[in-house]
């Protein structure tokens, strides 16, 4: 059954870096899942505007075996409350299990993770807002035509300064409220 889209249709975000800190040691329980300040009402916003939200996420620390599908369940459990303690919503979490070299076509840069979603809904992907703080985010948003936004929270300012070409039109904000905040009044 193709999932139902609510008025102002699909928006994508990332999530570390983007919803909730991110660390180089991952993170692996939701002790360590920890909300970047403004991000849960900011996806409340976006659920409150009409949006329907998803998230897809690299999350290559199940290859590496550094937590298990349990401890990834718990840790969206907690985003979930957090949000739905806002007023909000996230309707779907999509996730790439796999490591760098496993060859798989979910991880970003890759657009499996939103083709999925695309099947999903049963739409195209065509100026769907597409929210990261990773050139790989964008650069998978770029390749379905969807439309890459860049936060500068997580790696966004890194990722801001390096650039490349195609993606210098890209839209920037200082973080997911930010970016919620104009989505939302538009
Ligand atoms: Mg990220
Ligand atoms: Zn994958």
């Not at 660390?23 to 991000?39: H, M």
């Not at 985010?137 to 390749?143: I, K, S, W």
């Not at 966004?156 to 104009?182: C, K, R, W, Y």
Request: contains cysteine.
């Amino acid at each position: 059954m193709p999932g139902r889209l609510t008025k102002k249709g699909l928006i994508v975000l990332d999530r570390d870096g983007v919803i909730n800190h991110d660390s180089d040691q991952f993170v692996k329980s939701p002790a360590e899942w920890l909300p970047i300040a403004g991000s849960i009402a900011a996806i409340a916003t976006l659920s409150k505007a009409g949006y329907t939200v998803a998230i897809s996420s690299n999350q290559s620390g199940l290859a590496r075996g550094l937590f298990d599908r349990r401890a990834l369940r718990a840790m969206h459990r907690k985003l979930r409350k957090l949000v739905a303690a806002e007023g909000g919503r996230v309707d779907r979490i999509v996730v790439c299990p796999h490591g760098p070299n496993d060859g798989c076509s979910c991880r970003k840069p890759k657009p499996g993770l939103l083709l999925r979603l695309a099947r999903h809904y049963g739409i195209e992907l065509r100026g769907v807002p597409t929210i990261g703080d990773s050139l790989r985010d964008l650069q998978a948003a770029r390749t379905v035509g969807a439309r890459p936004i860049l936060v500068r929270t997580g790696n966004g300012i890194d990722t801001e300064l390096s650039l490349p070409e195609n993606l210098h039109d890209v839209e920037v904000f200082d973080d997911l409220a930010a970016a919620a905040a104009m989505l939302a009044s538009v």
